[in-house]
């Protein structure tokens, strides 16, 4: 064949590579002689990973007590029957006693955690103003329709912070103190309320609005607390670095959880003779008992756990590593017999062919 | 175009009666017939303004979207876009309209600019100025004021602005050339002839005086047909009537060639030209894949539906306890406590629904019409099924059905021209026992007649030579082949010598063999000037033949007739047809010589015609001539009258001799026949041919081997037995084969099975058609297709066009429902075209109809291997892997969501952001699949071609088959509960993050969502086979793309979003060690098992096209290139793939 000007003809398609379907190609086959080594290897190597996630995950302590005071646990359930349909409840507070027989290894993370709350509720998801709380003045005074029942107070003013999430801010609070010796006072074990939150939240998404004349509360001038609040936003915390909509705790809160139980981070214990852990002795947490969950159904608990590279207890992903090795190792033994009783037959298949 | 429709229709309803009459009546030159002629009903015509066009530019927008919105699938997601708008829904209206605008726009605008292409070209059309006469002179005017009834002249080289009626013509034989190369893309020269009463009209002046009126039917699509009759009034006598034909008419397109101008009237102007008629698209086949695909889509469809439902009714038994309804910290507004409880449930439910639609892609039709569109390029582009000689590729005339190119299962092809090269060549003739082979068997090139004799047998007697001679005469005579003279612009025609060539051009190939065979034996046809023919015989003498009729060929009469008169006043019928329609008609002559020798020819595979003649004497031709003009002016029904006529006409003939021309098969027509076979397509040849020709083809194209056990059922073994015995014999037969298969293939004895062939001709097979008496019509059906299916080949000859469109359509709608390809390449075949799944036409000798209703066109019957057994079986895997992606994706992207609602209290919170929900069919996982849908070659090239039992793996739309869609669907929901609930373990009640940090809902669907996109990425991946470098740069970089756009999204505060909750989610999410590992494993475990699936299937049940990867794969190493000529597997019985 000669390919001359003037032989091609006029409709003569272009010969490249790519329009005559031939561009070079890497075609692999995935068969049993490669997917043999591929098991082999992927179930060891996630045998390993798991063996190492698992011992990490167990290596993490976790204290947990239920404190939501149903009838016959403990000195909460005075405060549960009080505030039992109440709204809002009086302010009641209960404590919770316990003892480390050892070193409690730091650093120690405070959580507290609630069940069949479902902060993933989709009218409650919405039910917040971003603008609003990056301390836009214009969202301050008119928050978006989403908030409502929570956008306009009875009186007709903005609600700020407006919506369900956040007029249902988890309001129980936790002190804690150690007794190092039977009957020795209690000393207050410093918690670090700061740094709970999200560096981006707590610094960029969420902004209180500018001041006025140097005052938050004048900048709140004009808007109501959210229904359920005790006290106006500005007046979260004393601390003006975690005041009003940049408060740690309300920055936490305002991040939806996921599942209908979840837990919260508290507080970090991280500070004096706690910086390593708790050591062994007497425990006591004074709560402060405000928030209703029973009306729901659900639950309040305080976590101590401490945090390792790999997050909290959770042994999940090391048996779910551990499981998928050995089911890898598994097939890989099952491929390799089929692979040496079938690979004979198909070679004869071949040989006939 | 709807206003002369709306204004027929009125005029229709209006009129009564009258209209119903299927015949125009125009005044030429608008001029009133005389009183005292029959009063006409007057009929409003339209004018000649084409509109190709759709729309104008008001109604684009209403009419376009309407149109756009008749698709089930644009309206289905028009419907969720407005339950999206009304109602509080989960998701932003901006998910769906989005991506709904977007198709809907693209769409607009393409076809928006198509219109505005063809209004300008209808423009330009419609003000194209045209010469018109009026009142005797020549006025111009543009062309859409043409009305009907006005006299025009065309100009050489100009095209005919509507379909006229020719009048005159400047050449004096009152004759035009025109070639209809934009009709129908045939670019030889046709004559057409002027009426013969208006002839002699050659000036404006002279037209005007024309008083004529012209009866015609109403416009017909038919480019070939035309009826009409015109009346010429002239002021002393009676009118003229005269008829008329296709041949007097000029279509609208056409252009005027070799002729300085002519006159005609218009008859059919604008819409109603038969140009006009055959814009009108024809209707448009389905391929398999897409039943498939909209079956899928109504299971999906229900699986929406039953997921809304179950969610609806889940919520309301789960709220049924107070606190779960309306906790104290999610408190309902006032109107949604009082709404009503049933209407609630109704607005949940559509909620549900619009959360979910996703599951039905509006992205997957944008992807499938791209990867048709696209993918059909690849055929265009071929350069091994581009032909050299004729310069012409294949073309795609619809890209809708590429992958039912893989599917086929039945091939009808028709003989002469697709099997065979249609270039005919004379080889020998008989005259009465005396075989003459002309020795020059080179075109073009004539030989001193006496010396390219040779007379097998002795040399006949004076009375021979007369006959010889008449012989010659009649072929020279008997024919309707146009002389081109070659160099007419060279000057004025010279004397006629003996070494002038003559270009012959004619519809039939057999034609101009004849005439040339006969040309080197010493006759040679000149021209045709004012009615008479002349030729030049062998004393170099000129004879003229005044010729008075010609009884064109038709394919049902199978023969044509000329009747001329020599110089000395003898009237002869000259008759040539196929032997079997010419020897019934014989009365005289050496009939068993001449059969006995035609039959012989014919086993060569020789094309046969038999030619005799008859001598009419005066009165005989008057009477014929009478017969022959009633029957031409017939208005109704005037194919049956003329048929009648002819039968009349021709018979009581005196056998002259019969000829014998040879078409020579395809190159490869053998191997690609073989192929087809191997590939377990059946191939049914169906042609007019006489059957022992065919059957000679069959043998020589390997359709038939020497192990072929023909079983017949033709007319000759009819006579014998009842069609009723032939079948039910033929059946036992085949069942007793058809046992011994089994048992062979049992045995493992296969190779040594008894072939069956079949053969029946049209006439036996209008018997089995027909519906028998007693209503039972199927049962002969049923019994033929039993045997058919059982048959490795089928011939049908002597088959009428329509026969073989019926032979199609029977085996169609036989109860497998196979799929049927017919490739053809003349007129004759384009109604088998239309009418099978797939229609090939062959871009051959016969003018380019089949091409041009063809769903394909190749330039030879060779490519149709290529174009079936590679890009067929490429086209079929690659859309079927796309539908079931699609679906597949679909599936990992929804499934997550409706579990997530038994964790949000079923409040339809969606799991993804609204971004992600959008873009992830149209970006995130879009392009991988569309570029595999185009580029995946799972098999070589080469190997599909030199191995076509590959075919069969796909067969029986094998890939798209319930086992697979399920198997898919079952894949993607264990994907997604690897994926959901992954991340429910990863995220239950515990942190990830080093710094005790928690994370929220959102991340938690970033999670998932990652997930899955990697998953499904890389499931594309595993399935690839072929990796060029630009599936590597789409696969990772739709990946990397998604890990971009991620760390965009998540990174900034985005000023016109009213939310910010993705704001660092993804970056959060990714400085977790967990969240990766989680990642890696999650995606692990989800391609873990189609991992597996694949590699054992391959090792303990490789199908056919697995060997074939593997045993390349082997190779591929030890030498590298393959060589081409050893078959990888020769077993013709792959064993079918279980799964």
């Excluded at chain 2, 198997?967 to 690897?978: E, K, S």
């Excluded at chain 2, 970033?1006 to 594309?1020: C, E, G």
Aim: proline content about 5%.
């Amino acid at each position: 064949m000669t390919w001359s000007a003037t032989a091609r003809g006029a409709h003569q398609p272009d010969n490249t590579a790519f329009t005559q379907q031939r561009l070079p190609a890497w075609q692999p086959l995935l068969s049993a002689s490669i997917a043999l080594p591929l098991f082999f290897c992927a179930g060891l190597a996630f045998i390993g990973l798991g063996l190492g996630l698992y011992y990490s995950s167990n290596g993490i302590k976790e204290l947990e007590y239920d404190y939501t005071g149903d009838l016959g646990t403990g000195n909460c359930s005075v405060c549960a029957a009080i505030g039992q349909g109440r709204a809002p409840p009086p302010r009641c507070s209960c404590a919770w006693y316990f003892s480390l027989p050892e070193f409690f290894q730091g650093p120690v993370f405070l959580y507290y955690e609630l069940t069949n709350f479902y902060q993933n509720n989709r009218r409650y998801g919405v039910s917040r103003d971003d603008a609003q709380l990056s301390g836009l003045q214009s969202a301050l005074r008119h928050p978006v329709n989403e908030c409502y029942p929570y956008q306009y107070s009875a009186a007709g003013l903005p609600i700020a912070p407006c919506g369900a999430i956040a007029n249902s801010l988890f309001n129980d609070s936790f002190s804690l103190w150690h007794q190092r010796l039977p009957g020795g006072p209690y000393v207050e074990v410093p918690l670090d309320r700061t740094g709970i939150a999200w560096w981006t939240d707590y610094h960029v998404k969420f902004r209180n609005p500018p001041l006025v004349n140097g005052s938050l509360a004048l900048a709140f001038q004009g808007t109501a607390p959210p229904p359920s609040w005790h006290r106006p936003v500005y007046e979260l915390s004393p601390d003006p670095n975690n005041t009003g909509f940049i408060n740690q705790d309300f920055v936490v809160w305002m991040r939806t959880a996921a599942l209908p139980t979840f837990r919260k981070l508290y507080a970090r214990i991280r500070q004096g003779n706690y910086s390593a852990g708790l050591p062994r002795g007497t425990y006591r947490v004074n709560i402060t008992y405000n928030y209703p969950v029973r009306a729901f159904g659900g639950h309040k608990l305080i976590t101590f756990s401490s945090v390792s590279w790999m997050g909290g207890k959770n042994p999940f992903l090391g048996i779910a590593y551990l499981v998928v090795g050995s089911l890898c190792i598994l097939m890989g033994f099952v491929m390799l017999v089929v692979y040496i009783r079938y690979q004979d037959q198909n070679d004869e298949d071949e040989d006939d062919e | 175009m709807d206003c002369s429709l709306v204004r027929t229709l009125v005029h229709r309803y209006c009129a009564g009666e009258e209209e119903c009459v299927d015949s125009r009546t125009v005044y030429v030159g608008h001029r009133e017939p005389p009183p005292g002629a029959e009063a006409y009903i007057p009929q409003r015509c339209p004018d000649n303004r084409i509109v190709s066009s759709k729309y104008t530019f008001w109604n684009f927008i209403p009419k376009n979207l309407f149109e756009q919105f008749r698709r089930i699938a644009n309206f289905y997601f028009l419907i969720i876009f407005l339950v999206q708008l009304i109602i509080d829904t989960p998701t932003s209206p901006v998910t769906s309209g989005l991506p709904l605008f977007f198709v809907i726009t693209v769409t607009a605008i393409k076809q928006g600019y198509e219109d505005w292409l063809r209004h300008k070209a209808d423009s330009a059309v419609n003000q194209c100025p045209v010469h018109f006469v009026q009142h005797g002179r020549l006025v111009r005017k543009q062309s859409r004021k043409l009305r009907v009834g006005d006299i025009v002249m065309v100009k050489e080289d100009e095209t005919f602005p509507c379909d006229l009626i020719f009048l005159s013509s400047s050449r004096v034989d009152g004759t035009c050339h025109v070639t209809t190369a934009s009709l129908d893309g045939e670019s030889s020269h046709k004559t057409h002839y002027a009426v013969q009463d208006t002839k002699g009209f050659h000036t404006e002046e002279d037209m005007d005086s024309l008083h004529a009126t012209i009866e015609c039917e109403q416009p017909q699509p038919d480019l070939y047909r035309f009826v009409g009759r015109i009346n010429v009034y002239s002021d002393l006598n009676d009118p003229v009537v005269r008829p008329l034909g296709s041949e007097n008419l000029l279509l609208r397109g056409a252009t005027l060639k070799n002729t300085e101008k002519i006159f005609g009237v218009a008859i059919y102007t604008g819409m109603e030209t038969k140009m006009a008629l055959n814009y009108q698209s024809k209707s448009q086949k389905r391929s398999a894949v897409e039943k498939s695909m909209n079956v899928f889509l109504i299971v999906y469809l229900c699986i929406l539906i039953s997921k809304a439902l179950i969610n609806t009714v889940m919520k309301y038994v789960w709220q049924s306890e107070p606190f779960r309804d309306e906790p104290w910290y999610n408190q309902k507004t006032e109107a949604e406590r009082q709404r009503n409880l049933f209407l609630r449930a109704f607005t949940d439910f559509l909620a549900f629904m619009v959360l979910f639609n996703y599951i039905i892609p509006v992205s997957m039709y944008v992807t499938v019409e791209m990867q048709k569109f696209l993918g059909s390029y690849f055929i265009t582009w071929d350069e091994e099924m581009f032909d050299e000689e004729t310069g012409e590729g294949p073309l795609v005339n619809t890209s809708d059905l590429n992958e039912e190119l893989g599917q086929v299962e039945y091939v009808f092809t028709d003989k002469t021209g697709t099997l065979t090269e249609n270039n005919m060549e004379f080889k020998e003739c008989c005259v009465e026992g005396h075989v003459y082979v002309p020795h020059a068997i080179c075109n073009g090139q004539v030989l001193p007649a006496a010396a390219a004799i040779d007379m097998i047998d002795a040399s006949p007697g004076a009375g021979g030579r007369e006959r010889e001679e008449l012989f010659f005469r009649a072929v020279c005579l008997c024919h309707t082949i146009q002389v081109k003279d070659g160099d007419e612009a060279d000057g004025p025609r010279k004397s006629p010598d003996s070494g002038r060539r003559c270009v012959y051009i004619s519809a039939s190939p057999d034609e101009v063999a004849l005439v040339e065979g006969v040309q080197r034996l010493g006759f040679t046809y000149l021209r045709l000037k004012d009615n008479y023919m002349e030729l030049q015989n062998r004393g170099n003498d000129i004879e003229r033949f005044e010729l008075l009729e010609i009884l064109s060929f038709d394919s049902v009469r199978r023969r044509m007739s000329v009747i001329v008169k020599s110089a000395t006043g003898e009237i002869y019928l000259f008759c040539k047809g196929a032997d079997s329609s010419i020897f019934p008609r014989v009365i005289e002559g050496k009939v068993d010589q001449i059969r006995s020798r035609v039959e012989r020819n014919a086993v060569e595979g020789l094309r046969t015609l038999c030619v005799a003649y008859k001598r009419l004497i005066q009165e005989e031709y008057e009477g014929i001539c009478k017969l022959l003009q009633a029957a031409k002016v017939a208005l109704q029904d005037r194919e049956r009258k003329l048929a009648e006529a002819y039968e009349q006409i021709e018979k009581d003939l005196i056998l002259l001799g019969a000829t014998a021309v040879e078409d020579r098969l395809q190159e490869k027509a053998a191997d690609t026949i073989e192929a087809l076979q191997k590939a377990g397509i059946k191939v049914w040849v169906l042609t007019g041919d006489k059957m022992e020709t065919a059957a000679a083809a069959c043998y020589a194209c390997k359709l038939f081997r020497r192990n072929t056990q023909l079983l017949e059922v033709t007319t000759k073994r009819l006579e014998e037995q009842s069609l009723h015995d032939v079948l039910f014999e033929l059946s036992k037969t085949i069942l007793h084969c058809g046992a011994s298969l089994t048992r062979d293939n049992f045995s493992g004895l296969s190779a040594d099975t008894q072939d069956y062939g079949l053969i029946i001709d049209g006439a036996a097979l209008s018997l089995i058609m027909k519906p028998r008496e007693d209503g039972s019509s199927s049962s002969y059906r049923e019994l033929f297709l039993d045997i058919c299916r059982n048959c490795s080949a089928v011939l049908c000859c002597r088959m009428a066009p329509l026969q073989k469109a019926q032979i199609v359509k029977l085996i169609k709608f036989s109860k497998e429902r196979p799929i049927t390809l017919a490739i053809g390449d003349g007129a004759n075949d384009v109604s088998m075209i239309l009418e099978a799944h797939v229609g090939i036409g062959i871009v051959g000798k016969e003018g380019r109809q089949a091409a041009r209703n063809s769903d394909y066109a190749i330039p030879k019957f060779k490519h149709l291997k290529k174009m079936l057994l590679v890009h067929g079986h490429f086209y079929y895997i690659r859309i079927s892997e796309l539908v079931q992606y699609f679906f597949y994706k679909n599936v990992c992207f929804i499934f997550p969501q409706f579990l997530y609602q038994f964790f949000c209290g079923f409040s339809q919170q969606t799991l993804y952001d609204t971004a992600y929900l959008t873009l992830y069919n149209i970006s995130f996982t879009s392009l991988p699949v569309l570029l595999y849908s185009l580029m995946e070659q799972h098999v070589a090239m080469d190997t599909l071609k030199r191995d076509p039992a590959l075919y069969r793996d796909i067969a029986k739309n094998a890939l798209l088959r319930w086992r697979v869609f399920i198997y898919w669907t079952f894949l993607g929901v264990f994907d997604a509960l690897v994926f959901f609930f992954g991340a429910y373990f990863m995220f239950e009640n515990t942190t990830v993050t080093s710094n005790g940090q928690m994370f929220g809902n959102w991340t938690f669907g970033t999670l998932v969502f990652t997930v899955m996109v990697f998953t499904v990425t890389l499931k594309l991946a595993l399935d690839t086979h072929y990796w060029t470098w630009i599936n590597h740069v789409v696969i990772w970089g739709s990946l990397l793309f998604y890990v971009v756009f991620s760390l965009l999204w998540g990174g900034i505060i985005w000023p016109f979003l009213n939310y910010q909750r993705m704001y660092y989610v993804f970056i959060q999410m990714l400085s977790s060690g967990p969240a990766w590992l989680a990642i890696v494993l999650l995606v692990v475990v989800s391609l873990l098992p189609d991992v597996l699936k694949k590699v054992l299937c391959r090792q303990l049940w490789p199908s056919a096209t697995e060997k074939v990867q593997r045993s390349s794969s082997r190779r591929a190493p030890a030498d590298a290139a393959p060589s081409p000529d050893r078959p990888l597997l020769m077993d013709p019985e792959p064993r079918p793939r279980r799964e």
